[in-house]
């Protein structure tokens, strides 16, 4: 099993800054990903970052690419998703998630709300 928690959502005006974080636990070991998605109301979760368990690669969506910036604290088993310059459209409920080598299983954080307002 992997156990996520997330936390650091919240309400900002346009062009400020949030920091998410998600807390793994449990077989870290047999991590392939940790991704970071987005769900806005009614609309399909998006994957937005990608960060190779062992931090060498990194994918960002377009609609995120140098305003987001995901990393990591190995100590501490936490991933981190810095967000800058937010925009309205960012608006939607931040999922962090673990994808496991070999199966592709994922595993989920609970959900975050991120409102940013114009």
């Known amino acids: 099993q992997v156990q996520l928690v997330e936390s650091g959502g919240g309400s900002v005006q346009a062009g400020g800054s949030l920091r998410l974080s998600c807390v793994v636990s449990?077989?870290?070991?047999?991590?392939?990903?940790m991704d970071w998605f987005r769900q806005a109301p009614g609309k399909e979760r998006d994957l937005i970052v990608t960060l190779s368990w062992s931090g060498d690669s990194t994918y960002y969506a377009d609609s995120v690419k140098g305003r987001f910036t995901i990393s990591r604290d190995n100590a501490k088993n936490t991933i981190y998703l810095q967000m800058n310059s937010l925009k309205p459209e960012d608006t939607a409920v931040y999922y962090c998630?673990?994808?496991?080598?070999?199966?592709?299983?994922?595993?989920w954080g609970q959900g975050t709300q991120v409102t940013v307002s114009s």
């Open positions: 449990g077989r870290t070991f047999s991590i392939y990903t």
């Open positions: 998630a673990a994808r496991l080598r070999y199966t592709s299983t994922y595993y």
